[in-house]
């Protein structure tokens, strides 16, 4: 049983640009949550999704970042314009339905902004 | 406001001692407690969960949940070099999917 997956596992963007990561929950899971971590720092929820529903983004900036987890494919998080400041570790996490309280993490999405 | 409060350590332990690592949460109805290891540069790996008052053993690994004191425990035996990382605690509301986190402990082991 596959577990999380996520892409890029690192991604270069330019101030400006756009980023997109990719989740795939593991198999059975349909609860995702996206997580950011910066360096020496804790983890900051920013995201809760079910399959088409996004269930809680009050730890998501308001400008330039989106969610979205589709019936089908992955989970996408999308940061539009990216600054300096977006550069961090970005974790995705599913959790079964029967414990949506217990999760498990991907590798995570190191981005860094030039 | 809910908090998940850790120290941050590093907390030193020799090799082959009892490491200890302390979690206090400040909400009352908490009702499920997460223990997670994160390795430098790697992703949080969940190591023990517990739900109910007393001891749950694993391997070399013991949680302890004291719900009256608002605390959780994480005891690692025969502590080894390779438990070297950051530790961190996770505490879930009834009724709720949210994990509220702690800020890790790190914690290293000197052989």
């Known amino acids: 049983n596959a577990g999380v997956m996520q892409n890029p596992r690192h991604l270069v963007r330019r101030r400006g640009q756009e980023a997109r990561l990719r989740c795939s929950p593991m198999k059975g899971h349909s609860h995702v949550y996206w997580y950011r971590q910066l360096p020496e720092e804790g983890l900051k929820f920013m995201v809760y999704?079910?399959?088409?529903?996004?269930?809680?983004e009050s730890g998501m900036p308001k400008e330039r970042f989106s969610a979205e987890f589709p019936k089908e494919g992955p989970s996408i998080l999308r940061i539009q314009q990216v600054v300096r400041g977006d550069s961090a570790a970005y974790f995705c996490?599913?959790?079964?339905?029967?414990?949506?309280?217990?999760?498990?993490f991907g590798p995570g999405t190191r981005l860094l902004v030039l | 406001q809910k908090e998940v409060e850790q120290n941050s350590g590093p907390l030193s332990v020799p090799e082959g001692a009892i490491a200890s690592l302390n979690c206090t949460y400040s909400d009352r109805v908490s009702q499920s407690f997460f223990w997670y290891r994160q390795y430098s540069g790697k992703s949080p790996e969940l190591i023990m969960s517990i739900y109910s008052n007393g001891d749950k053993e694993d391997g070399r690994f013991t949680a302890q949940l004291n719900k009256a004191s608002q605390y959780v425990s994480l005891l690692i035996r025969d502590s080894q070099p390779s438990d070297s990382a950051t530790y961190l605690c996770?505490?879930?509301?009834?009724?709720?999917?949210?994990?509220?986190w702690g800020a890790g402990t790190k914690l290293i082991i000197k052989p």
């Open positions: 996770a505490v879930n509301l009834d009724s709720n999917y949210q994990l509220i």
């Open positions: 999704l079910q399959k088409e529903n996004i269930i809680d």
């Open positions: 996490a599913s959790s079964p339905p029967y414990s949506q309280e217990t999760q498990y």
